[in-house]
């Protein structure tokens, strides 16, 4: 069943349990929710401004086209979740925990996460221009197509990431770590001719 257009504005949410709930289109501004725990969720087109999330849990749960303006995201855990489309303003997001995660088409322009755990992730079509993410764990991650315009990726683990040409050439790498094939592709993107 889905629960749409509710009014969640200042509701205090702390620490329940929401298990195969639906909703769309639903007002959680300056909600508590701190200790939230859901599993096989979904959000759709959902407003999240000034939120407090810090500490929640989220288990194969999906925030689709989701609206999060300075929320609270510190100290949460996503797992096998999605945030396809979702937009993160100003957001505390230190530290957060992203384990097979898709953000496809996630907004995290600005996004502070230096040292953040990324490895493996999902990240196509994403916006992290201006993002910080120096010395953060990419590692096998998929940034096709993401937009990297000012990111700073200064000694972040890149090996194995899948990164357009755009990407190479946009963001910081100062002393990023990448594999052979990462390399010939910086080089390329800058110009140099490999032989």
Not at 28 to 35: K, L, S, Y
Not at 103 to 111: F, I, K, N, R, V
Not at 132 to 145: F, K, P
Not at 171 to 195: I, K, M, P, Q, S
């Amino acid at each position: 069943m889905d629960i749409i257009g509710e009014d969640y504005s200042d509701a205090v949410l702390y620490e329940q349990k929401w298990a195969g709930r639906s909703f769309v289109q639903c007002d959680f501004t300056e909600a508590d929710m701190r200790g939230l725990v859901t599993s096989g969720c979904t959000f759709t087109e959902c407003t999240f401004d000034r939120t407090d999330l810090g500490g929640s849990s989220h288990t194969a749960t999906a925030f689709r086209s989701c609206r999060f303006t300075r929320a609270v995201l510190a100290s949460t855990t996503f797992t096998s979740c999605s945030w396809l489309g979702s937009m993160f303003v100003d957001c505390a997001l230190r530290p957060i925990t992203l384990k097979e995660t898709d953000l496809t088409l996630a907004g995290l322009t600005g996004a502070r996460l230096p040292k953040a755990a990324l490895r493996g992730l999902r990240l196509r079509e994403a916006n992290l221009e201006n993002a910080d993410l120096r010395d953060a764990d990419l590692r096998d991650a998929d940034l096709t197509g993401t937009r990297l315009r000012g990111c700073k990726l200064d000694g972040t683990d890149l090996r194995g990431a899948r990164l357009d040409a755009d990407g190479l050439v946009q963001a910081t790498l100062r002393g990023a770590r990448v594999d052979l094939d990462t390399a010939v592709a910086f080089a390329a993107a800058h110009g140099l001719r490999v032989e």
